[in-house]
């Protein structure tokens, strides 16, 4: 069975960096055709996505967001932490971190097949 | 402004057959899998419909997916209270290198 759950703060200052991290069990990051998330979704909107790693260390990130985004894997620890920087009272969202089904490097075939509970952050001074 | 664009509503009564819209381009729909979300009010989003119109193990088949050039559609037939929720669609976008998502139908079953 697959878990993902995400920690971190709930509250940062603007200007500060959020660091996140998603523990995982189920599975293996090393294992060929997974891959791990994160979306996030302000309040009373849609979904956004942000970063994704792959079991190769492949990695993409959001254009829009790319220059503030950081991802990062522990398969030893089973973890992958987002760090984003510069944060600001519009990045107050629930941040989720989703496993990632597919196929090789065919990384435009994968999709989010069992997210985590998802964390509140709050930017606010 | 999502990049993927869905009716931001829709309705049904229950046992109502209802079809929710997800409309994108040829850089995501058009050349990629399309996949559904289903989101409960103050829930995760959970994997409905997976490559177009394949179904995860656990949901019912009153819902299916399909896809048709740069948009798809979910259905559900047989409209329950239980399925009034938030439904996402999603794509990969060879543009951007990773997955949109539309913005959202809110469903009620009144």
């Known amino acids: 069975q697959i878990t993902l759950k995400e920690s971190g703060p709930t509250l940062v200052k603007p200007t500060q960096t959020l660091t996140l991290t998603c523990t995982f069990s189920?599975?293996?990051?090393?294992?060929?055709?997974?891959?791990v998330g994160w979306i996030r979704q302000p309040p009373g909107k849609a979904l956004e996505w942000l970063a994704l790693?792959?079991?190769?260390?492949?990695?993409r990130y959001s254009p829009s967001l790319k220059s503030r985004l950081t991802i990062t894997k522990d398969t030893s620890k089973n973890q992958v932490v987002l760090t984003m920087t510069n944060m600001d009272p519009v990045d107050t969202a629930t941040y989720y971190c989703?496993?990632?089904?597919?196929?090789?490097?065919?990384?435009?075939?994968?999709?989010?097949?069992?997210w985590g509970k998802g964390t509140t952050v709050t930017v606010s001074s | 402004q999502s990049v993927l664009t869905q009716p931001p509503s829709a309705s049904g009564t229950p046992g109502q057959r209802v079809t929710i819209s997800c409309s994108g381009s040829?850089?995501?729909?058009?050349?990629?899998?399309v996949h559904w979300y289903q989101q409960l009010s103050g829930t995760a989003p959970k994997l409905l419909i997976y490559?177009?119109?394949q179904r995860p193990s656990g949901v019912p088949d009153r819902f299916s997916g399909s896809k048709s050039g740069t948009s798809a559609s979910l259905a559900i037939s047989g409209l329950r209270s239980e399925d009034e929720a938030n439904y996402y669609c999603?794509?990969?976008?060879?543009?951007?290198?990773?997955?949109?998502f539309g913005g959202g139908t809110k469903l009620t079953v009144l």
């Open positions: 490559r177009n119109n």
């Open positions: 040829s850089s995501n729909i058009g050349s990629n899998y």
């Open positions: 989703a496993h990632l089904y597919g196929s090789g490097t065919y990384y435009y075939y994968y999709y989010m097949d069992v």
């Open positions: 790693i792959y079991w190769d260390d492949n990695k």
């Open positions: 999603a794509a990969w976008d060879d543009s951007l290198g990773g997955p949109v």
């Open positions: 189920g599975f293996s990051l090393s294992t060929s055709g997974v891959g």
